[in-house]
């Protein structure tokens, strides 16, 4: 059972940033591909970013591409999502989630994670 506890979110204006993190009670952490979902409120949780269990491999959603880096350090536990250059439209709650992979690429479907946190709301203020 892996446990995730996502931290950093809060209100920033439009053109900001903010550092999401997400720290993994597990000791087998670095087997698992991470993945940021956000859900804004009346839509669908959509995939944001991914980052394979050795950090070496990402993917990231076409709205935040260029805005956003995943990243991951396996000795702490941790997951990191920085955005930048925030929008309105970014604002949502966002999730942490792991995935049982084999292979080191990331996984983008949500269906494909076991675990979940239980989020942050990250709001940007125009």
């Known amino acids: 059972q892996v446990q995730l506890v996502e931290s950093g979110g809060g209100l920033v204006q439009a053109g900001g940033s903010l550092r999401l993190s997400c720290a993994a009670s597990?000791?087998?952490?670095?087997?698992?591909?991470m993945g940021w979902f956000r859900q804004a409120p009346g839509k669908e949780r959509d995939f944001v970013a991914g980052?394979?269990?050795?950090?070496?491999?990402?993917d990231y959603a076409d709205s935040v591409k260029g805005r956003f880096t995943i990243s991951r350090d396996n000795a702490k536990n941790m997951v990191y999502l920085q955005m930048s250059s925030l929008k309105s439209e970014d604002t949502a709650v966002y999730y942490c989630?792991?995935?049982?992979?084999?292979?080191?690429?990331?996984?983008?479907?949500?269906?494909?994670?076991?675990?979940w946190g239980q989020g942050t709301q990250v709001t940007v203020s125009s």
């Open positions: 597990e000791r087998t952490f670095r087997l698992y591909a």
């Open positions: 980052v394979s269990w050795s950090g070496g491999n990402t």
């Open positions: 989630a792991a995935a049982r992979t084999v292979g080191d690429r990331p996984v983008v479907d949500a269906r494909s994670f076991n675990y």
